[in-house]
């Protein structure tokens, strides 16, 4: 895969969340080159502000979620929701292989609630379902609208408030701004 050096270096200037894993996964660098940069995350970044919330024994505050049945409900639904995605190739009919709607193939900023194939791959690639050769279709998806920069386009930006000020990669890369910066 060949990516622009900008598009890395803008990368890796991010939170260690987001930097172990193009250490990992863009460059190939050893493991314990991106394991240590991995660990930083109870030390800075998301990974930390998360561990905050942590108590003091080690638990988490109670509520229905950290239940043990709870967790295996959520196990088993998140199972049924890998596969629904899977036969569906994250965004075509089973049955027909029609597009199920064109916005889910859109690159939106921000993307809210809504779904779209880039979104069911980041979430494919958390699982062990990520070599699934149902992904395939999606990820040639993704490649085709890859510009010759080695980026890609928002597509769409989706109207309402932004509480960040923070800018998607994919308006760095095609040089506009998105919502509230007037698309």
């Known amino acids: 895969?060949?990516?622009?050096?900008?598009?890395?270096?803008?990368?890796l200037e991010g939170d260690p969340a987001i930097r172990w894993q193009v250490m990992r996964d863009l460059l190939g660098q050893p493991e314990a080159v991106w394991r240590s940069e991995?660990?930083?995350l109870v030390e800075s970044g998301w990974g930390a502000e998360y561990l905050r919330h942590q108590l003091p024994d080690g638990s988490w505050p109670k509520g229905r979620?950290?239940?043990?049945?709870?967790?295996?409900l959520l196990e088993a639904a998140e199972a049924r929701a890998l596969e629904f995605m899977l036969a569906h190739r994250l965004y075509k009919s089973d049955k027909t292989g029609a597009v199920i709607h064109e916005s889910m193939t859109q690159f939106t900023f921000p993307a809210y609630w809504h779904y779209t194939v880039l979104r069911g791959l980041d979430y494919m690639c958390t699982t062990p379902q990520v070599g699934d050769p149902r992904l395939e279709d999606a990820v040639n998806l993704i490649e085709s609208r890859r510009k010759p920069n080695g980026r890609w386009p928002v597509e769409k930006c989706t109207p309402g408030n932004t509480f960040s000020t923070w800018r998607s990669p994919a308006a760095i890369a095609d040089g506009t701004r998105c919502a509230p910066y007037g698309c």
């Open 1 to 11: 895969m060949n990516i622009d050096p900008n598009v890395l270096d803008w990368l």
């Open 38 to 40: 991995q660990d930083r």
């Open 65 to 72: 979620c950290t239940d043990t049945i709870w967790i295996l």
